[in-house]
């Protein structure tokens, strides 16, 4: 027996010797190996780091107007487990947040410490709710965007997100350089997490870097301006303008309707920067191409003439027709006047090889690399590809999509004397720590010889061919209007009923030499490009020049004022 018991206390003492070797080696490891894991669970526990927000960068027109910029506001949050009266709260939250009741009933109900309840509501929201005393309730304050000049350059500028994150537009392809880099400092806290000493530790947040843009307020204003009044006389669905500096590439104006008011989005806001990011047949508008590749290989002398069937031309698979029935005209006359038939029996001289290159020449099928997320290519077939009416109706702008910044973009090498320029709207990028300036971006692709014949013969469609509501007193004003009925896929042929009506347009004799281009969808009283979208350019091509003599004058007289 007593054997027996002996053996049961060496047991014992085996087992509880077994068991200090055990802790001791747990101890040695937790010590030796998990120390740092263990320390920073400790600290975790006592201490918490808060989030410092930056100043998120402000956007400026190209004189130093502000355009975007940021302000303070307030966000409210709930502890649901210091709520005391729950009914409380959802009342008073829901009567001064305008938020239903069962929706904050369902954010308190949470298991959690921290619930939002609303972001970025106002100091008079704040103050209200503040004086209600709400054990539970507390705020935060955050950074809001905030475009002063409203819906002006909306699509341009584009919107954040709640977090201050670009969603569109400038916003969106600038964010790396507009977001501030976060900060954080700690703050000490006891067991129930009540925050009791700051501190100094602190990591000071960086703002975001400033962008000025190429874009003109002033312009801009008038490219909205009558852009909107265009579009409610002639009762269209949509349209745009952009007002390009011909030699560098930058967006003097790009203008949007519908637009929006970034300031107070709405669920059936509308976004689209249409000017990029919608293709179409561009018809009419795209003789440029035929004209500029008939130039180049020298077939044709001005007054050479070309029978154009007296309007109706049978080609195979279909019949062209002139919106005027024309006998002979001159190679001249042909694009002054905008014969369909003209310009296919030109283009057909030519062959579609050569169509098909100085088609890719001048930039259609690519993008033009403007500086904004979202740009489309167009469609733009090889001549593999190409149907037997092909190539008589791609010349006259079918069968063919393209963008508003890509007709823009071919014109402009016409009246720059024969360079491809990038568009872009960014001019210049900076904070305390660095400067980046945007150079312009261009590649000579046609002789100068060549793009002199071309803009006359343009300057000749103003003067009196179907342009001539575009022209400006006292200015050579070259262009070309479109007239594209619009493809329905519904019915599977072209709308009898929608058209786009388009002009692209410079003024060739004026330093800076810009190019203003324009196109209206679905107008309903009159659907003509020389009716519709020339008087267009004509309004906002007239300000423009006046606006640019006043800058020159007020240069002037303070470079005088200066030199007294």
């Given at each position: 027996m007593k054997s027996i018991r002996n053996l049961r206390i060496n047991y014992i003492y085996y087992f509880f010797t077994f068991l200090f070797f055990l802790l001791a080696a747990r101890i040695i490891f937790l010590q030796f190996f998990r120390k740092e894991l263990l320390k920073n669970l400790a600290q975790s526990q006592y201490w918490s780091l808060i989030p410092l927000e930056g100043r998120r960068g402000k956007i400026f027109d190209r004189d130093g107007r502000l355009l975007a910029s940021s302000m303070y506001s307030y966000s409210v949050f709930v502890d649901p487990a210091l709520i005391e009266n729950p009914s409380q709260v959802i009342s008073c939250l829901s009567s001064k947040l305008n938020i239903?009741?069962?929706?904050?009933?369902?954010k308190i109900s949470a298991k959690k410490r921290f619930v939002w309840i609303k972001r970025k509501i106002s100091l008079k929201e704040k103050e209200e709710i503040k004086a209600l005393k709400l054990k539970g309730v507390g705020f935060i304050r955050e950074q809001k965007r905030y475009y002063p000049q409203e819906n002006l350059a909306s699509t341009v500028l584009g919107i954040v997100d709640i977090d201050n994150k670009g969603l569109d537009g400038i916003e969106l392809s600038y964010d790396n350089y507009l977001r501030s880099k976060q900060g954080?400092?700690?703050?000490?806290q006891d067991s129930r997490q009540k925050k009791v000493f700051l501190s100094?530790?602190?990591?000071?947040p960086k703002d975001g870097a400033d962008i000025v843009l190429t874009i003109d307020a002033q312009i801009q204003y008038f490219a909205e301006k009558y852009l909107f009044e265009t579009i409610k006389k002639f009762s269209a669905k949509e349209g745009s303008i952009i007002v390009m500096d011909a030699n560098s590439g930058e967006i003097l104006a790009l203008a949007n309707y519908p637009s929006f008011n970034p300031n107070k989005r709405t669920l059936n806001a509308n976004y689209r920067n249409y000017a990029?990011?919608?293709?179409?047949e561009p018809g009419s508008i795209f003789k440029i191409v035929t004209l500029i590749a008939a130039i180049e290989k020298n077939i044709f002398k001005d007054d050479d003439k070309i029978f154009c069937e007296n309007g109706e031309f049978k080609i195979p698979g279909s019949t062209l027709h002139d919106w005027k029935p024309y006998g002979f005209l001159t190679f001249r006359e042909v694009f002054k006047k905008s014969s369909n038939i003209g310009v296919a029996k030109i283009a057909n001289k030519l062959g579609a090889k050569i169509l098909y290159e100085n088609i890719k020449r001048l930039g259609f099928g690519h993008k033009t690399g403007i500086d904004l997320k979202g740009e489309v290519l167009g469609k733009v077939k090889p001549p593999a590809n190409w149907s037997k009416t092909s190539s008589y109706i791609i010349p006259i702008g079918q069968e063919i999509s393209v963008t508003?910044?890509?007709?823009v973009r071919a014109f402009a090498v016409v009246a720059n004397g024969g360079y491809l320029v990038k568009p872009h709207l960014v001019k210049k990028i900076y904070s305390p720590f660095f400067t980046k300036e945007i150079q312009p971006e261009r590649e000579k692709i046609l002789p100068t010889r060549l793009t002199e014949r071309?803009?006359?013969?343009?300057?000749s469609v103003v003067e009196d061919g179907t342009g001539v509501l575009a022209k400006?007193?006292?200015?050579?004003?070259g262009g070309k209007t479109g007239t594209a009925q619009q493809f329905d896929p519904k019915i599977g042929q072209y709308s009898p009923t929608e058209y786009r009506a388009s002009f692209i347009g410079f003024v060739s004799d004026y330093e800076p030499t810009f190019v203003i281009g324009v196109s209206i969808y679905a107008p309903k009283t009159s659907h003509f490009g020389g009716v519709v979208a020339a008087p267009l350019f004509k309004k906002v091509a007239e300000?423009?020049?006046m606006y640019f003599e006043s800058k020159n004058l007020f240069r002037k007289n303070n470079k005088q004022n200066e030199d007294n």
């Open positions: 239903l009741p069962s929706e904050i009933a369902s954080w400092f700690k703050v000490l100094s530790q602190i990591i000071t990029i990011v919608d293709m179409f508003l910044i890509q007709l071309a803009k006359d013969i343009l300057i400006i007193d006292g200015f050579k004003v300000k423009t020049l």
